[in-house]
């Protein structure tokens, strides 16, 4: 309800207090748009928080894609979670063949004053949620509100490597003698972690080059009017700055920044990067392709000439992150956002109201990746038939995430079977599934482990060999993994199987020969 330019919903709370639930507050207690006539108050039941995010957005219009009622994008934080979609119009219904991947739940008008409507869906994995729009019949005001609800014994990021924001630097030089910028190391910068430097200079086509230990990302330039570069380093153990990147050239402003990330893959920590330009009022930055990975960290970076940012806006359901102007001269913007699926990243428009030049990239930041290398050795290179063989398994994830559901085995080859071994490890190692292999089998297995990176599992075991012929393929011993990839990693080692003493004799009492037999393990 409406008093006094108050929006109110005691008698709710009161009827829910006395059914002795507890009802927290969602968002903005009340939403105005235009004159005032749409009100929209959001409460929610609360049990130990199961509100992940949620945002709000007004609007005026009736059609989807042409400003039609919008539950803007969130970005959500656990896997498997309910979307919720809501809108409250003055006037109107709805045209329920809009709804898309939504269910409508609530779809009601009070004496055609007022629409509201409530729908949801299911998003599997964290990420952005999109935003979801809907066709009315109306050309009113409007207010749009999504929520994203936590699953029962939900986990932040489903305990998967993700890369996080950290801080900046941002600087601009103005004086036109000058050909360099100089930019200072981010706070609480620390080892391993990545430092993307943007820099951007207006007019002439230049080659801006980096200080040493930096490697280019990706840099070109619009029709000689704007140009941009991108490049990245992993900070070392003392990591020392400022950092001096120049353009080679005097006589333009220059606009820069660094950002920090902490998380990011140690071997290789850019999955891919594309940029493009163009001339409008939205800046946008191309596709780059994630290929299988997940829950990668998408940068969106962008220069443009001659502008300013009285009505910038960053890209849709993105963080911005810099928004930087070197008099006007030249503009440089920055925003990022995680992207929990594999594959094409997709467009995204920065909009800055100023038909001018501009270049922009895009820079997909790889998490830390689970990285397996096993080790296969011997103590008894040569065994007589029906003694044992012994040997160890070392499994060590060299990556820097932690691998889950790590199953060791092992195939013997025809003639050898298993009879016993022992289990240690280094680091942190958890046995989440427990299988103990029987003795005889040919087929022994552990179950199931979660390795720590930098940790290592060891299996020291005894087989029994009774003879026969048998082999074993070579296989790769190291194996990086994607998540949620399951992958076999293999090693092998020789075993000469000698029998036991056996002579041959002709007549006349020589020996023919002793036979060795060699089994792969």
């Known amino acids: 309800g409406r008093a006094g330019g108050q929006c109110h919903a005691h008698g709710l709370l009161q009827d829910r207090r006395r059914l002795g639930a507890r009802w927290l507050h969602l968002h903005a207690k009340c939403g105005w748009r235009g004159d005032g006539r749409v009100h929209r108050a959001l409460y929610g039941g609360r049990r130990n928080q199961p509100v992940d995010t949620s945002g709000a957005q007004n609007g005026k219009g009736k059609t989807a894609g042409d400003d039609g009622p919008t539950a803007p994008c969130v970005t959500t934080s656990y896997d498997d979670t309910l979307v919720v979609r809501t809108f409250g119009q003055a006037d109107g219904e ?39 729009e809907f066709t009315v019949s109306q050309d009113k005001d409007w207010r749009g509100l999504t929520i994203a609800l936590v699953p029962q014994g939900g986990i932040a990021n489903n ?43 207006v007019n002439d086509a230049r080659n801006i080059s980096a200080p040493s230990g930096w490697t280019e990302v990706n840099q070109g330039q619009r029709d000689g009017a704007v140009t941009l570069a991108v490049f990245y380093k992993l900070a070392g153990a003392n990591e020392e700055g400022p950092y001096v990147f120049t353009t080679g050239l005097a006589g333009d402003e220059i606009a820069g920044s660094i950002e920090r990330y902490t998380g990011v893959d140690q071997n290789t920590p850019i999955a891919d990067s594309a940029g493009a330009g163009n001339k409008s009022e939205t800046p946008t930055a191309p596709a780059a392709d994630a290929a299988t990975y997940t829950n990668t960290r998408v940068v ?26 070197a008099d006007n001269a030249v503009i440089l913007g920055v925003s990022d956002a995680t992207q929990s699926a594999s594959g094409s990243t997709g467009t995204g428009a ?15 930041l ?37 691998a889950t559901d790590v199953e060791v085995s092992d195939q013997l080859p025809t003639g ?67 998540p949620n990839e399951t992958s076999e990693v293999l090693d092998t080692v020789d075993v000469t199987v000698q029998d036991a003493d056996l002579a041959v004799h002709q007549d006349g009492g020589h020996p023919l020969s002793q036979r060795r037999r060699h089994r792969r393990l």
């Open 366 to 402: 790889l998490p830390q990746q689970v990285e397996l290398e096993i080790d296969k050795t011997t103590s008894t290179p040569t065994v007589d038939a029906g003694d044992q063989a012994s040997y160890s398994v070392t499994v060590t994830n060299v990556g820097g995430a932690t």
């Open 300 to 325: 969106r970076i962008f220069a443009q000439e001659n502008s300013d940012f009285d009505t910038y806006a960053v890209v849709p359901c993105t963080v911005g992150r810099v928004a930087l102007s």
């Open 416 to 482: 050898f079977t298993y009879a016993s071994s022992s289990i240690s490890s280094s680091g942190t190692v958890t046995r989440t599934s427990t299988v103990d292999p029987t003795v005889g089998t040919a087929t022994p297995a552990w179950g199931l482990w979660n390795i720590d990176a930098g940790a290592s599992l060891h299996h020291r075991l005894q087989r029994r060999c009774r003879g026969g012929h048998g082999s074993a393929a070579s296989m790769p011993t190291r194996r990086q993994l994607s």
């Open 159 to 201: 305990g998967e490597s993700t890369v996080s924001f950290g801080s900046l630097q941002e600087a601009t030089e103005l004086d036109k003698d000058v050909d360099s910028v100089s930019l200072g190391k981010p706070i609480d910068t620390a080892e391993g972690d990545l430092l993307l430097a943007s820099i951007a200079v």
């Open 94 to 132: 709805l045209s329920t063949s809009s709804l898309g991947g939504v269910t409508g739940r609530v779809d009601i008008t009070s004496d055609d004053n007022v629409l509201l409507f409530v729908g949801d869906s299911t998003q599997a994995l964290l990420g952005a949620t999109g935003a979801e």
């Open 350 to 364: 920065f909009s800055t109201g100023a038909d001018k030049d501009w270049r922009a990239v895009t820079v997909v």
